[in-house]
């Protein structure tokens, strides 16, 4: 009876993700989610024993998060990847739109690099445990004066332990085709530690991703790595300067790199 009910449901769950878009949609956004939850709770407690708290464990997250790429046949095309082919140390500051960003991170990111996130991951079971096990900054954005000591600390340790820090300016997820205003915390950190900033840029995802439409296709994603920005020399008061100039280059950079590929995808198609 156990048997029956069980092939009846997968059955179900089979018509459904074959018919319903909307269903499968969702299965492969849970997917992802399922995929690195579980990553955390089976290779963490052997992480912990064997290896200890580093920040070359992130790396190896990412490697075992790049398989996702091709269950959901995305593929990248990765432009200017000499720009992070620097032995110094930097901040890297990067557009976002959705959680599928982690895949985009995943496909280049450098040595010694790890990101800042929100304090709250910290306090989610195996994830916050593998994020603590890679050495990710936690932040408290409620508590700007822990954050700036945070942040200070975070520069003394940039320059004595050769980091690369991975930030997001926009400060929360953003699907919309113009980029929301920069956060300073990333700049004040590259100027306090001075250290370049690397802007990274991830073309749109609307071509083959749609939350509203509940759509999930294959589909290319470009990453423009653009030249480094000096900070050296600068101080504080140089942050706005710096803070609009770097989100006016990211701007222009993800609008030239998502046209390009709707360019692309109306060729191949006019082809097809």
């Given at each position: 009876?156990?048997?029956l009910?069980l092939?009846f449901i997968?059955?179900?769950?089979f018509l ?10 969702f ?12 990553l955390?709770?089976t ?7 064997f290896?200890?708290q ?6 190896l997250?990412c ?9 959901y046949n995305?593929?990248?095309?990765v432009?200017?990847?000499e720009?992070?082919?620097i032995?110094q140390?930097?901040?890297i500051?990067?557009?976002?739109q959705?959680?599928?960003d982690?895949?985009?991170?995943a ?10 996130t929100k304090?709250?991951?910290l306090?989610w079971?195996p ?9 990710l ?7 700007q004066?822990q954050?700036?000591d945070i942040?200070g600390?975070?520069?003394?340790r ?5 980091l690369?820090?991975?930030v997001y300016?926009?400060g929360?997820r953003n699907r919309?085709?113009?980029m ?8 004040h950190?590259?100027?306090?530690a001075?250290?370049p ?6 073309s749109?995802?609307n071509?083959f991703?749609s939350?509203k439409?509940k ?6 994603i470009?990453i ?7 900070t050296?020399g ?5 942050i706005?300067?710096?803070v609009?100039?770097?989100r ?10 998502s046209?390009k590929?709707v360019?692309r ?8």
């Open positions: 009876m156990d048997l009910l092939t997968l059955f179900v769950i459904l993700y074959q018919w319903s878009m909307t269903f499968r949609f299965c492969k956004l849970a997917f992802i989610s399922c995929w690195v939850l579980f955390s709770a290779i963490s407690p052997w992480v912990a024993v290896i200890g580093r920040v070359e464990n992130f790396k997250l490697f075992l998060i790049r398989p996702l790429k091709y269950i995305i593929t990248f095309t432009q200017g990847s720009n992070l082919n032995k140390s930097y901040v500051v990067c557009n976002h959705t959680n599928f982690l895949l985009a991170m496909e280049i990111l450098p040595e010694r690099c790890v990101p800042i304090k709250e991951l306090y079971g994830l916050g445990f593998s994020g603590w096990l890679c050495n900054v936690f932040i408290d954005r409620k508590k004066h954050a700036r942040l600390h975070l520069a003394e940039i320059q004595h332990e050769k690369r820090i991975w300016p926009e929360t919309e085709d113009t929301l205003p920069f956060k300073r915390g990333a700049f950190l590259a100027i306090k001075q250290v900033i690397v802007p990274i840029v991830i749109s995802y071509d991703y939350f439409n759509r999930f296709d294959p589909g290319n470009t423009q790595i653009l030249p480094k920005i000096q050296q600068l101080d504080l008061q140089d706005s300067g710096l609009e100039s770097t006016r280059l990211m701007q222009d950079t993800f609008n030239d790199i046209g590929i360019q995808k109306m060729r191949d198609n006019e082809c097809s």
